[in-house]
């Protein structure tokens, strides 16, 4: 799935994968979110409500450029750092293509579907 992504306004490469979590997601966009740090690993953002996670993919350990859903909390995760082991909690829906200094330092992203 095609997305456009802004973080602090500046263009980052970035696809989604096709599990039913992330075709939800894209169903809210377009967002913009402010950040915060979490556990020095990942930023993080509230979403305006809770993804669908049936048909939740099997779980993989989260790594740096990785957007992620924590199902418990129904917060989005991008992980600036390698993630924790494999948790049926977190739901990988997406990569972006950038640095970890650039994501780590981030204080707000906007998503868009792409035209």
Do not use: C
Request: glycine fraction near 6%; aromatic fraction near 6%; hydrophobic fraction near 40%.
């Amino acid at each position: 799935m095609g997305i456009r992504v802004t973080l602090d306004g500046h263009p980052v490469e970035a696809t989604m994968n096709n599990s039913p979590a992330a075709r939800d997601f894209t169903d809210l966009l377009p967002l913009t979110l402010d950040l915060k740090d979490f556990h020095s690993t990942e930023r993080v953002a509230d979403l305006p409500r809770k993804l669908d996670t049936s048909g939740a993919p099997e779980p993989a350990a989260a790594k740096v450029g990785d957007i992620a859903y924590y199902a418990p909390w129904g917060n989005l995760a991008l992980f600036y750092q390698d993630g924790p082991a494999p948790s049926a909690d977190l739901l990988l829906l997406g990569h972006l293509d950038v640095d970890a200094d650039q994501l780590g330092r981030a204080t707000r992203i906007t998503i868009e579907a792409a035209s």
